[in-house]
């Protein structure tokens, strides 16, 4: 099995990476170097600590309370094969799965192995973090450029589909 690179062990209990109670899996290693990133410990590739894929899904099926999993960073995916298998044993559970990405849904689609981890994504919040579109008022997001995309019904009917989260947001 793969390890993954990560910022930081996996946390539990985030009420704000997403709706209800999630666990958080910080990936290491970021490329995109948005101005007034949050996050720059996470940016280098060879920084953070390698963790066993099979461990993080043992805590996966081992965790109570939880309603929800979010793939944040740094990039997760920059590591697409090895968090696919993580995603999918939280879908087993019963899990929703958010993905935040600098990526867009379209620059995501283009690579087969990005599509295959989106595929099992409910929701993406999309898109660099744009520091002159920040606006504190935002729910989930950090600047307004940024999209909260309902994945699976975009995948199914080919075109962007929005969630119902960045309802509000379109209203700032
Ligand atoms: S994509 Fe996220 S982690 Fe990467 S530079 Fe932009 S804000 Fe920071």
Redo the contacts with the bound molecule.
Sequence with gaps: MDDLRLAAPVQMDSIVDGPGVRMVIWTQG?H???LG???PQ??DIHGGILVAQADVIKEIEQASLQTGLTLS???PFLQAKPLIPIVKAAKKRGWNIWA?S?FTIEELMAHPEQTSLLECIDVLVDG??IKAQKDYRLKFKGSKNQRIIDVQASLLKQRLIYSSYDKENQLL
Excluded: S
């Design positions: 970021c995109h170097g948005c990133c949050h996050n996470t940016h960073g740094g990039e935040y600098g660099k973090f």
